[in-house]
């Protein structure tokens, strides 16, 4: 088979030689990177759960806050489950002395229902199961996170605590929600409030365990002009103009 292959790739010009080592990753050379993020899975208890595949979508999250204008406005994240990512999002705004607020907003329950957007088709899956996957109690997510003054803590159901910052601007969104609606409640809700040349980042754009979260943001952006940006690390991304 292998040698059907080559004889096939050089029929059609395509040369095969041997690779001695696997190329090396970007943020594999990122002590900076890797060192904050490493801290933030023991200070979460998410080193059980470590891959390179997440560890690709935590490069990218710090890689974008970092070259946010977040003097422009608020930072908010919806879904935070042990908090892995706001730990990394606040240690950075801290050392960038944020002077806003960091806004949390969590169920601190796990998913929220799975609706026909959010079911993969011939598949079976344990939904109830999945749902609670992801649940943390919100004093364990403020243990996590209690080095952090600036954090504010919305706990419900998405989109019911929105109403209470609906006077504030932002500047960088973080959704890791998973499921259609919550997602399409996000975008609604904060998109108006972004800031130009602000940043709204998608956790779960790729993946077809939620191919929900991927139907909620097309629909949005299909007809807007922003950048929009889809990532092999399964994440997207928007800079609103």
Known sequence: MKKLLKKFLQFIGLDVQKVNRAPVVEFE???DFNNL????QEKTQMKYSDNIYRRQ???TLQRLLNITDINNGAV???GSFRGLSAFQISTILKKRNFGQSFYIFDSFEGLSDFKDEDKQKYKKIDYK???D???CDIDTVKSNLSDFSFIKYYKGWIPDR???VENQNFSFVHIDVDMYEPIKDCISFFYPRLEKGGFMVFDDYGFLGFPGAKKAIDEFFEKRDDVFLSLPSGQAFVIKK
Not at 37 to 40: I, N, R, V
Request: charged content about 40%; hydrophobic content about 25%.
């Open 57 to 59: 979508r935590h490069f």
């Open 37 to 40: 993020y490493d801290f933030a």
């Open 129 to 131: 199961k999945r749902q």
């Open 76 to 78: 908010a994240e919806c």
């Open 29 to 31: 050379n990122e002590p």
């Open 133 to 135: 996957e992801f649940s």
């Open 162 to 164: 929105f109403k209470e």
